[in-house]
């Protein structure tokens, strides 16, 4: 998910949940019609001074748009990741072995060959 989409979609959310049309908070954050549509559909990322303007129609305040965005995206982000114990490989595991492999007294496969063995004469 990406932030442009994530801020557009809690947009829309505020301002469906306040039963205002698109036309009503563009003319309160004097952006046109079109261009908050397109922020809402998450196509254009507004400006930091459009987005203010935007939560301030809405009667939200910026941090507490950017707090439910991060919320959104961290759940979606972790719905995402595979389970944990599958991704999990002890550090070091590999170098244990190859210790392991060089100590005196282990022992230790011989390496396949693809041809004939000579012998040492």
Aim: glycine share 6%; net charge positive; with cysteine.
């Amino acid at each position: 998910m990406l932030l442009r989409e994530a801020i557009g979609s809690r947009l829309r959310e505020a301002r469906t949940s306040r039963r205002r049309t698109l036309r009503d908070i563009s003319r309160a954050a004097r952006i046109s019609l079109g261009y908050l549509s397109e922020v809402e559909r998450g196509r254009k990322e507004p400006s930091s001074e459009l987005l203010a303007s935007i939560c301030e129609a809405l009667g939200i305040t910026v941090p507490d748009l950017l707090t439910s965005v991060a919320v959104e995206m961290t759940a979606a982000s972790e719905a995402a990741l595979p389970a944990r114990e599958d991704v999990l490989v002890p550090i070091g595991q590999r170098h244990t072995e190859l210790r392991l492999a060089g100590r005196p007294g282990t022992p230790v496969a011989a390496p396949a060959t693809s041809g004939p063995v000579a012998s040492a004469a």
